[in-house]
Nanobody, 115 residues
Framework: QVQLVESGGGLVQAGGSLRLSCAAS????????MGWYRQTPGNQRELVAS???????NYVESVKGRFAISRDNAKNTVYLQMNSLKPEDTAVYYC?????????WGQGTQVTVSS
């Protein structure tokens, strides 16, 4: 049974930092892409950042220079370091893992940035 366990969300003031973690278990085949998405009420889930197995990264324009994604292949874990947080970063953040074409999602973790 595939399980993605997220941690690290919370409440922070604007300008502050948070680090999200997502540990995947139960995936038999190698993990290709790991990423973080976010969603606010009434909006579609959007990709925030992704990282391939070779560590190539991709970021949405609004977080470039502030967020950094990384992964530990030995631990099947992906991280999202979020610095210089802004109120518009407030959302539920979801971990996503892709393996041989299958997508797996975490339960989501709330990030709230106060002004």
């Amino acid at each position: 049974q595939v399980q993605l366990v997220e941690s690290g969300g919370g409440l922070v003031q604007a300008g502050g930092s948070l680090r999200l973690s997502c540990a995947a278990s139960g995936i038999i085949f190698s993990i290709d892409v790991m990423g973080w998405y976010r969603q606010t009420p009434g909006n579609q889930r959007e990709l925030v950042a992704s990282i391939a197995r070779d560590r190539r990264t991709n970021y949405v324009e609004s977080v470039k220079g502030r967020f950094a994604i990384s992964r530990d292949n030995a631990k099947n874990t992906v991280y999202l370091q979020m610095n210089s947080l802004k109120p518009e970063d407030t959302a539920v953040y979801y971990c996503n893992v892709q393996s041989i074409g299958n997508h797996y999602w975490g339960q989501g973790t709330q990030v709230t940035v106060s002004s």
